[in-house]
């Protein structure tokens, strides 16, 4: 009878242990769900290392995500713009900050002058988020 009561503690303890390794488990799981869903709010966002303003409002960073949701009707859109304005990109377009400029306001729906009056250092954030989209995701 006691080697019964030992298996059972025994039984009891490890089904203790396995419970709360389920738990930790599903903690875990959804830790890394929450992750996930911020690393979107990152990975399209350029942070300026000094606050740009524009027509009254003060902007520390900049939403990108709409680059997701350009089509091959906006790429001829902006190849067109470049005939237009005479540009032509030299090398990489995705390097050529006159494109990458027309490119952002298509993404973000700003208007052009958003980023003309845009400090160079806080242009190459952006720059950089657009980039690291369209060449290495």
Do not use: C, W
């Not at 190849?79 to 006159?98: C, V």
């Amino acid at each position: 009878m006691s080697e019964k009561k030992i298996e059972n503690t025994e039984l009891t303890n490890i089904e203790g242990e396995v419970a709360q390794d389920i738990d930790e488990q599903a903690k875990l799981a959804a830790a890394s769900e929450h992750v996930e869903e911020k690393i979107p709010e990152i990975k399209y966002r350029a942070v300026f290392d000094s606050p740009h303003f524009f027509e009254g409002k003060e902007y520390k960073e900049l939403d990108l995500s709409g680059v997701r949701n350009l089509t091959t009707r906006d790429a001829e859109a902006l190849d067109t713009t470049m005939q237009l304005i005479k540009h032509s990109p030299g090398g990489n377009k995705f390097y050529d900050t006159t494109y990458m400029k027309h490119l952002a306001v298509r993404a973000t729906g700003m208007p052009i002058e958003f980023f003309n009056s845009m400090s160079m250092k806080n242009f190459e954030q952006v720059k950089g988020r657009l980039l690291i989209y369209f060449l290495f995701e």
